[in-house]
């Protein structure tokens, strides 16, 4: 069997874990420069889930997608050592304060430079939004099948995978045709 072309979608945020005083600026809006940044983890999950399908199918190349200003490029580094085999950082200072909107269009426009793909895999949410909104619209804009709130990649061949996610009444598994975009959570 063939190996895939993963795309991880990463973003680099600032660290909430011990947020002091200076944490926010006095619009109410999050000050950045006084919290380090870190690789958003459920991104990191993502990154995870690409690993372990390249573990399994040999072949497999990983490449990890940010946008953002150039210190993002640190998240990228970070990839590479895990076993990621690109990295490709979009940034402009134009994008400062993006909305899910204008995320989710810059990173799509990306992925149809990086095309074909077999996967796409985000995280469910990054911790500075919360929204869960980016990676359903990457894969809207891109035309292609989704599946959310992924806790386990189970299997997957070069033409389908199967998931699973834990919902309210249980774990569903789900399966379906390649290309899709996962998102993952833990």
Avoid: W
Avoid at 23 to 28: F, L, S
Avoid at 50 to 76: E, F
Wanted: hydrophobic fraction near 45%; charge should be positive; charged fraction near 25%.
């Amino acid at each position: 069997m063939k190996g895939l072309k993963i795309v991880v979608l990463a973003k680099q945020v600032p660290d909430t874990r011990n947020v002091g005083k200076d944490a926010m600026k006095a619009n109410g809006t999050v000050n950045r420069a006084a919290l380090p940044a870190i690789f958003n983890p459920e991104d990191l999950l993502a990154l995870e889930q690409a690993l372990l399908i390249k573990d399994k199918l040999p072949g497999t190349t990983i490449t990890v997608v940010t946008m953002g200003p150039i210190r993002a490029a640190n998240i990228l580094r970070d990839a590479l050592f895990r076993g990621a085999d690109k990295g490709v950082l979009i940034t402009d200072k134009k994008f400062a304060g993006s909305d899910t909107l204008a995320t989710s269009y810059v990173l799509s426009l990306a992925l149809k430079k990086l095309q074909p793909f077999d996967l796409v895999l985000s995280g469910r949410q990054a911790i500075d939004g919360d929204t869960a909104q980016v990676g359903p619209q990457v894969a809207e804009k891109l035309n292609i099948p989704q599946i959310t709130y992924v806790e386990k990649v189970v299997d997957v061949s070069s033409k389908e995978i199967t998931c699973l996610r834990r919902v309210d009444s249980g774990v569903e598994t789900l399966k379906g045709k390649l290309p899709m975009l996962l998102t993952v959570h833990g």
